[in-house]
Nanobody
Framework: QVQLVESGGGLVQPGVSLRLFCVAS????????QGWFRQAPGKEREFVGY????????VYADSVKGRFTISRDNAKNTMYLQMNSLKPEDTAVYFC??????????WGQGTQVTVSS
């Protein structure tokens, strides 16, 4: 059973950047599509984006396109979410997942990102 652990969240001001990490252990990583979703208080889960198993293809939600970048290093079993030009509406718990959205087979416990002045 794969385990996914997110880190890198925090409290930041609008306009700054933040980089999230997702480290996988205990299962196959490099052959699966992986991605991120987020959930704000009182709201449904929201797809953020995913990266193909090879890292060559990334797809993003319109709300983050042009600001967020997903990448992965299969040798390190790690996926990244680079978030630039953060906005207050990006405030949420961010989760990494493995598999196909909207039914991933695994996800982590999440890391809190708060964007506030």
């Amino acid at each position: 059973q794969v385990q996914l652990v997110e880190s890198g969240g925090g409290l930041v001001q609008p306009g700054v950047s933040l980089r999230l990490f997702c480290v996988a252990s205990g299962g196959l990583f490099s052959v699966y599509r992986q991605g991120w979703f987020r959930q704000a208080p009182g709201k449904e889960r929201e797809f953020v984006g995913y990266v193909s198993w090879s890292g060559d293809i990334a797809v993003y939600a319109d709300s983050v396109k042009g600001r967020f970048t997903i990448s992965r290093d299969n040798a390190k079993n790690t996926m990244y979410l680079q978030m630039n030009s953060l906005k207050p509406e990006d405030t949420a718990v961010y989760f990494c997942y493995r598999g196909q959205w909207p039914s991933p087979d695994s996800w982590g416990q999440g890391t809190q990102v708060t964007v506030s002045s």
